[in-house]
């Protein structure tokens, strides 16, 4: 496998870990929840400007829905910092933006 695939497994899998503890109510969960968040953006926004030099014939809107949905990630574990109950909001759209993305991907 190539290192943004693992970075993005890894940051995928932190964010999610995150999320559960901060579900079970450990609050001090937002921490690896913003850990995955970032990473996760950065793999998104590092594919955007792969894609962008490779300008193939594949879409660019997903990677940008995809950095959006990333973004939320990011706000979403700024509100579990900020001990707020709305943080399911931006987890909700970025999991149905995440969701869309992947039903709307090229096959490889």
């Known amino acids: 496998m190539k290192l ?11 964010y999610v870990v995150g999320v559960v503890l901060n579900v079970v109510g450990i609050y001090e969960s937002w921490i690896i929840a913003l850990i995955g968040s970032l990473l996760l953006a950065f793999v998104r926004i590092y594919d955007r400007a792969k894609s962008d030099k490779s300008k193939s014939s594949a879409p660019t809107r997903i990677p940008a829905i995809l950095i959006f ?40």
């Open 69 to 108: 949905s990333a973004s939320l990630m990011v706000f979403s574990a700024y509100l579990m910092y900020g001990h707020k109950s709305y943080w399911v909001l931006p987890v909700t759209i970025a999991a149905v933006l995440e969701f869309y993305a992947s039903y709307r991907m090229p096959k490889e």
């Open 4 to 14: 943004p695939t693992i970075l993005l497994y890894t940051a995928m899998v932190f």
